[in-house]
């Protein structure tokens, strides 16, 4: 008899596993601890890569369903200086590898692909007891349980399932980001809509740097990264979006007004995200009944790959048990022995943030698009 599976987490990881398995005819359910699909805005642009999120889809049979969603022209990519010279203008010319979608538009077509109540939302997980024989007992916050003999965490950075496998914990990289919008930029903000390119443009300087994508409608998504303590941005209040707005601006004073613009005319407050990653090495020693996918098992900071990894894993899982349906250990032992390695050797091969906004940028980001 095939083991249904519980997987927490309604994430790109969680649903694509949820689907590859749909696709081999073995039900799961999806728990999330957010009340609906529309909680929150889902992010911006993801690079969906051929050599892992594009397999990802196919195993799941959802290609033509991504390829109706890719945003066209958006793997152009413009750097520019501090004064908004621009010192690389690289086009999209339909050729790159990594198509741009929506993170909101591709959990969406995950979510419309799952049979109907496969997700089952508010439900957040309590804790997890082990019963044995590769059974766990999870218990959510309104004090139900569930009781499954394959449980999968795809929880994201705190993942609740990791704590029964492993002890490590994320730890702050030193860099975070402040993130806002700006609606309709070509009508709404045209001078710095007109700065940036078609796809993704980035200024930077040792330390510290302003990221801006293009989206849907000619809206604007912009970051500020900034490499500070933690105690630095605790000391500012976000509750007050434009005290907060305004301390971010003072470390770019002497900045080109157009790329300041997309701090200071941010339409929505401004949001801080604390980057955190786990150690390179991560891994765990094999639990009967349990795994991990994403960043719940390998948790880095912002490199493009983290989208990917999380969909390649739950796609690689869901085969992997297609495979092994009556023999679930086997099917979970194939799986983290090539994901260990395989999320090692992406975090060795990615530039991290400390790389980004080191002390040479933004000649070695040149030196590397000149080089690829």
Do not use: C
């Amino acid at each position: 008899m095939t083991t249904h599976v519980t997987i927490i987490g309604a994430g790109l990881g969680g649903l694509t596993l949820a689907r590859v398995l749909h696709v081999h005819g073995i039900p799961s359910t999806v728990y999330e601890a957010e009340p609906s699909a529309t909680t929150r805005t889902q992010g911006g642009l993801l690079d969906i890569r051929d050599y892992n999120g594009q397999l990802a889809l196919q195993a799941a049979d959802l290609m033509d369903e991504f390829r109706a969603i890719v945003l066209e022209g958006r793997q152009a990519m413009r750097v520019l200086d501090r004064d908004g010279k621009t010192l690389l203008d690289l086009p999209d010319d339909g050729t790159g590898g990594s198509p741009e979608v929506l993170r909101g538009e591709l959990r969406q077509l995950l979510l419309d692909s799952l049979p109907a109540g496969t997700v089952r939302w508010g439900h957040k997980v309590g804790g997890i007891r082990s019963l044995g024989e590769g059974r766990h007992e999870v218990t959510f916050a309104d004090g139900t349980t569930v009781v499954t003999g394959l449980l999968v965490g795809a929880d994201g950075a705190w993942s609740r399932v990791r704590r029964p496998l492993s002890d490590a914990t994320p730890e702050y990289i030193g860099i975070s980001f402040v993130e806002t919008y700006l609606f309709d930029g070509d009508t709404r903000h045209p001078t710095s809509a007109k700065t940036l390119g078609a796809g993704a443009t980035m200024a930077l300087e040792p330390g510290k740097g302003i990221m801006a994508h293009r989206e849907r409608e000619g809206n604007i998504h912009s970051w500020v990264m900034l490499a500070k303590p933690r105690d630095w941005f605790e000391a500012i209040d976000f509750t007050d979006p434009v005290a907060a707005t305004g301390r971010i601006a003072r470390e770019f004073d002497d900045w080109a007004p157009e790329l300041t613009a997309l701090i200071t005319d941010g339409e929505t407050p401004p949001v801080l995200r604390t980057l955190h990653t786990l150690p390179a090495d991560h891994r765990w020693d094999r639990t009967p009944g349990v795994t991990l996918i994403g960043d719940a098992a390998h948790l880095t900071g912002p490199n493009g790959e983290g989208a990917n990894l999380a969909m390649y894993d739950g796609a690689e899982l869901g085969k992997a048990i297609a495979a092994h349906p009556d023999d679930i250990e086997t099917a979970l032992t194939e799986y983290e022995q090539a994901m260990f390695p395989r999320s090692a050797a992406s975090a060795a091969e990615q530039p991290d943030l400390h790389e980004v906004l080191g002390e040479d940028t933004p000649h070695n980001l040149l030196n590397r698009f000149a080089g690829s």
